[in-house]
């Protein structure tokens, strides 16, 4: 039996997230209804996040365990022939030892989350990004996001019906940046909270709003109380952008 590791990105907004439910179309379950018509198995498909309905992939992995003798290099384009919807694209797929899980292996995430500044809301960018129309100070917005570096109780940055053993965390970099029309914020760690990264969207855009101060937030992660954090922003402008194994990327 071989272990094998694929590289995919998909469209957030054709799903209800990563993880298969009951009465709802989600990745994982189109992925498994794909590797059935393929091989024949009914696989566990093993993916490195649970990314919720309305969130997108710039880059995903998933590891499953197979006796299909399908060569890995022909892997992606079978898997796609198999009525994968067009919104899931399959890039890659590499053999990996029997004992690697595409979650528990990963040492750490990226995240973009992105705001389309614009008065005009673009078609092309709908279910894709946030629309905001008004003035954003992306060097202020900067400075508040360097507070996120660190290791924390990240209790105020996390739903408060969150399940979770610990709300401790590392954010390796975060920083905002515009390019045009978009501001993205970036930030890396070695995994998020239950809409941790959305809170931190919210959070800065209070910052540029005049509610809370830059220099507050080191005050509001200490608090670890989430009414003292900003809105939770819409799902549609965060994409999981890079996925790390082992210090570097599986390629």
């Known amino acids: 039996m071989r272990n094998l590791l694929f590289k995919i990105a998909y469209d957030g907004a054709a799903f209800h997230g990563w993880q298969q439910?009951?009465?709802?179309?989600t990745v994982q379950e189109e992925l498994r209804k794909a590797w059935f018509r393929l091989t024949g198995e009914d696989a566990n498909i093993i993916g490195c996040s649970?990314?919720?309905a309305g969130v997108h992939a710039n880059e995903f992995f998933f590891n499953v365990r197979t006796n299909s003798n399908i060569p890995v290099e022909k892997f992606p384009v079978a898997l796609a022939s198999s009525k994968l919807p067009g919104e899931i694209a399959v890039y890659s797929c590499s053999e990996v030892p029997y004992e690697f899980n595409a979650r528990f292996d990963c040492v750490k995430k990226e995240y973009v989350y992105v705001i389309e500044n614009s008065v005009v809301a673009s078609p092309f960018m709908f279910k894709h990004s946030f629309n905001y129309k008004y003035d954003l100070d992306v060097e202020l917005m900067n400075r508040a996001a360097k507070f996120f570096i660190g290791t924390f109780d990240f209790s105020a940055f996390c739903a408060a019906d969150a399940q979770v053993k610990s709300?401790?965390?590392?954010?390796?970099?975060?920083g905002v940046v515009r390019e045009g029309e978009l501001v993205k914020f970036y930030v890396c760690?070695?995994?998020f909270l239950y809409n941790m990264v959305r809170?931190?969207?919210g959070t800065l855009l209070y910052v540029n709003n005049g509610k809370i101060?830059?220099?507050?937030?080191?005050?509001?992660?200490?608090?670890k109380d989430r009414t003292m954090a900003g809105i939770t922003a819409i799902p549609?402008?965060?994409y999981l952008n890079?996925?790390?194994?082992?210090?570097?990327?599986t390629e």
């Open 21 to 25: 439910q009951n009465n709802a179309v």
């Open 199 to 201: 809170i931190m969207v």
């Open 50 to 52: 649970r990314t919720d």
């Open 236 to 238: 549609d402008g965060l």
């Open 189 to 191: 760690g070695d995994g």
């Open 213 to 223: 101060k830059a220099d507050d937030i080191p005050a509001i992660i200490e608090s």
């Open 167 to 174: 709300k401790v965390r590392t954010v390796y970099d975060a």
């Open 242 to 249: 890079k996925v790390y194994y082992g210090g570097e990327n």
